[in-house]
């Protein structure tokens, strides 16, 4: 048991002979656990190097093992859910070294991706998919084994029983191994059930069912009868009722860090036919007595700084600000219902659900409850605010038009990890919510360009009656002072923080800040829009006269974005006055720091600037820095 992160890379002269799966296929059983212990420091070592994603893949150490040395991968598919387990999966697939380069600027993806490995079968950032995507492989009629790892929370949504439906009525060839450490389903472990267990999962009892399926299927009422004992019987003695009712074959619970069981039942279990559940129990953070202690404190891990760091800005991170607003709020707003899909913490929650438990409805990994939960209490009188990452509101598009825009029901969304998220990468950032919100009607969308106009914004959004969101990024703002007073601020009006001459800065977001360098080093006129929707229009129009150049800036993908709704408008009034529109470029951009993304999107100080330049340039229009020299 480890107490403290390895801060010297530790000794793995078994692991160091692991280069594939099939170098892991020579070892013997019982060279195993040794295996186990020895990628578990390694991995704590790696990610003490970069930071990341830990506790879920310390718990899956023993199975990544097992099933790599059971099925033949990568011709069988091993389809992984969420992605936090999958670091020993990479470990075990040829990437040792590289996973020192995790969630750096060209290196591995904190997540399984396909361009990076033939292991990694399917692309995964958001959850529960795994066993959609497993079944799909298993029903295209190759010959191999397919099976799916779901857990860490990921059973939770409802497309994981959408799927699990879906499979127990085909004849697919699929094993799903719920791996459940408490941040599932909880677990009925216990003598007389691991006995069982080992019964059931047996190749003599898998032949014997199917022998006797064939001939009592003959005598529909004997048959009949035969299940249903069997089942109950297992409901007794575990929490398997439910996927026998579906169709599965389930097996469980066994203990996910006996290697020798695991080695065993996956052995069994790869030769019997058509969907099979198989039920672990792990503990996330297993090897790391912090991390077994606090699984959610440790389920991801920051660098390790081997030098003193400058000190930290004192600034608030945004989440902060929601989650400090929230609880101001509430305190006189008593109709305020906080609600958020597994991202208590993450969204700055905590401190409301300690005082305010009873308004507090975290729903687990469910987006789409959570947004059509929002709009019932809406119907009865109380003003949901939803909490939520601009990347998870995708998964609630749906419901976001039909169950609340539609019906114009006064629901807030605090959007958070709007635009580029850093080292999370592409999976995860914010890229498209300027875009899908400001075409649907009755919504509000506010753009905060600092702390306190986050404040007042999500004052502004809630004191309105209907639809509104307020996206703001992750990290840290510029500095702004947060005034404790909240006053609603003009609906759908923007304000200039600057004036100069031949272009107009017309800024959605925070990104105002590296916008404010450029216009006071070129003379430009700076805007702090403030809201998408409605559009201040008023200003825009103003801007287009009185310039010769505007430039929109966002972080979000351009199609579409802010810089679209303001070049419509343009159109509609007949105004040809030529729009720079900034924003994040046509592709999924991949993992880096944040301000490394940013600058390589031109959205950095200096990338403003250059663009601003290039634009002035074309049009023959010298700015104030032009006319200086």
Same mark, same amino acid.
């Given at each position: 048991m480890l107490n403290e992160i390895p801060q010297t890379r530790p000794a793995t002269p078994l692991l160091d002979r692991i280069d594939s799966p099939a170098d892991l296929r020579e070892l013997s059983d019982k060279e195993l656990p040794k295996l186990a212990e020895e990628l578990r420091a390694f991995l704590l070592y790696s990610v003490g190097q970069t930071g990341g994603h830990f506790?879920?893949?310390?718990?899956?150490?023993?199975?990544?093992?097992?099933?790599?040395?059971?099925?033949?991968?990568?011709?069988?598919?091993?389809?992984?859910?969420?992605?936090?387990?999958?670091?020993?999966?990479?470990?075990?697939?040829?990437?040792?070294?590289?996973?020192? !380069?995790?969630?750096?600027?060209?290196?591995?993806?904190?997540?399984?991706?396909?361009? @990076?490995?033939?292991?990694?079968?399917?692309?995964?950032?958001?959850?529960?998919?795994?066993?959609?995507?497993?079944?799909?492989?298993?029903? #295209?009629?190759?010959?191999?084994?397919?099976?799916?790892?779901?857990?860490?929370?990921? *059973?939770? %949504? $409802?497309?994981?029983? @959408?799927?699990?439906?879906?499979?127990?009525?085909?004849?697919?060839d699929l094993l799903v191994i719920l791996n459940d450490n408490n941040m599932?389903?909880?677990?009925?472990? $216990?003598?007389?059930?691991?006995?069982?267990?080992?019964?059931? $999962?047996?190749?003599?009892?898998?032949?014997?069912?199917?022998?006797?399926?064939?001939?009592?299927?003959?005598?529909?009422?004997?048959?009949?009868?035969?299940?249903?004992?069997?089942?109950?019987?297992?409901?007794?003695?575990?929490?398997? !009722?439910? =996927?026998?009712?579906l169709g599965f074959n389930y097996i469980g619970p066994i203990d996910g860090h006996d290697m020798t069981s695991l080695v065993r039942y996956l052995r069994n279990l790869r030769d019997v036919k058509g969907p099979k559940l198989l039920h672990i129990i792990t503990q996330k953070g297993k090897g790391f007595e912090p991390a077994e202690q606090d699984p959610v404190g440790y389920h991801a891990l920051n660098k390790l700084e081997p030098a003193p760091k400058k000190p930290v800005p004192n600034?608030?991170? =945004?989440? #902060?600000?929601?989650?400090?607003?929230?609880?101001?709020?509430?305190?006189?707003?008593?109709?305020?219902?906080?609600?958020?899909?597994? *991202?208590?913490?993450g969204s700055g929650m905590v401190e409301f659900?300690?005082?305010? #438990?009873?308004? =507090?409805?975290?729903?687990?990994?469910?987006?789409?409850?959570?947004?059509?939960?929002?709009?019932?209490?809406?119907?009865?009188?109380?003003?949901?605010?939803?909490?939520?990452?601009?990347?998870?509101?995708?998964? %609630?598009?749906?419901?976001?038009?039909?169950?609340?825009?539609?019906?114009?029901?006064?629901? !807030?969304?605090?959007?958070?990890?709007?635009g580029l998220v850093g080292e999370d990468g592409a999976t995860h950032a914010g890229s498209f919510d300027i875009s899908f919100l400001r075409c649907i009607p009755n919504m509000v969308l506010a753009t905060p360009s600092d702390e306190n106009e986050c404040r007042q914004l999500l004052y502004t959004c809630f004191s309105h009656q209907g639809p509104s969101a307020v996206r703001y990024p992750r990290g840290r703002g510029p500095g702004a002072t947060i005034e404790p007073a909240m006053n609603a601020l003009p609906l759908g009006k923007g304000i200039i923080k600057r004036h100069g001459t031949s272009a107009a800065l017309l800024c959605f977001g925070t990104l105002t800040a590296n916008a404010q360098q450029a216009a006071s080093e070129l003379g430009l006129t700076l805007c702090d829009m403030r809201f998408v929707k409605p559009l201040d !229009?008023?200003?825009?129009?103003?801007?287009?006269?009185?310039?010769?150049?505007?430039v929109t800036l966002e972080e979000n993908a351009i199609a579409g974005g802010a810089g679209s709704a303001v070049t419509e408008f343009l159109n509609t009034q007949q105004l040809n006055t030529p729009v720079l529109q900034l924003g994040l470029s046509d592709d999924f951009v991949?993992?880096?720091?944040?301000?490394?993304?940013?600058?390589?999107q031109g959205l950095d100080a200096a990338g403003i600037g250059c663009s601003i330049r290039q634009r002035l340039s074309q049009l023959g229009v010298h700015s104030l820095e032009t006319r200086a020299r």
């Open positions: 506790g879920a893949g310390l718990g899956v150490v023993e199975l990544t093992i097992a099933l790599h040395y059971v099925y033949q991968t990568p011709v069988d598919r091993l389809v992984w859910d969420v992605g936090h387990q999958t670091y020993p999966h990479k470990i075990l697939t040829g990437r040792r070294e590289q996973l020192l !380069t995790m969630r750096q600027a060209d290196g591995l993806s904190g997540f399984p991706k396909r361009e @990076e490995s033939e292991y990694d079968t399917f692309g995964v950032g958001h959850s529960s998919t795994s066993i959609s995507a497993a079944l799909g492989m298993a029903l #295209a009629g190759n010959d191999n084994k397919c099976a799916a790892i779901i857990g860490d929370g990921a *059973m939770t %949504a $409802g497309m994981a029983f @959408e799927a699990l439906n879906h499979a127990a009525h085909t004849e697919a599932s389903i909880s677990p009925n472990v $216990g003598g007389l059930a691991t006995y069982l267990s080992k019964i059931w $999962g047996s190749k003599f009892y898998n032949s014997l069912r199917e022998g006797s399926k064939q001939v009592l299927t003959k005598i529909p009422s004997a048959w009949e009868f035969a299940r249903r004992t069997e089942e109950h019987f297992k409901g007794f003695v575990s929490p398997g !009722t439910l =996927f026998e009712e600034r608030p991170k =945004f989440q #902060a600000v929601f989650g400090q607003w929230l609880c101001d709020m509430a305190a006189i707003e008593p109709r305020l219902v906080g609600i958020t899909p597994a *991202m208590c913490e659900a300690e005082q305010y #438990a009873e308004r =507090f409805y975290d729903v687990a990994i469910a987006e789409q409850h959570a947004v059509t939960l929002a709009a019932g209490l809406a119907c009865e009188g109380k003003k949901p605010v939803v909490a939520i990452y601009s990347t998870f509101l995708q998964r %609630a598009y749906d419901q976001l038009i039909h169950d609340v825009a539609l019906q114009n029901l006064d629901v !807030t969304f605090a959007i958070d990890r709007a !229009t008023e200003l825009i129009g103003q801007m287009a006269r009185s310039h010769a150049l505007l991949s993992h880096a720091s944040q301000s490394g993304q940013l600058a390589n």
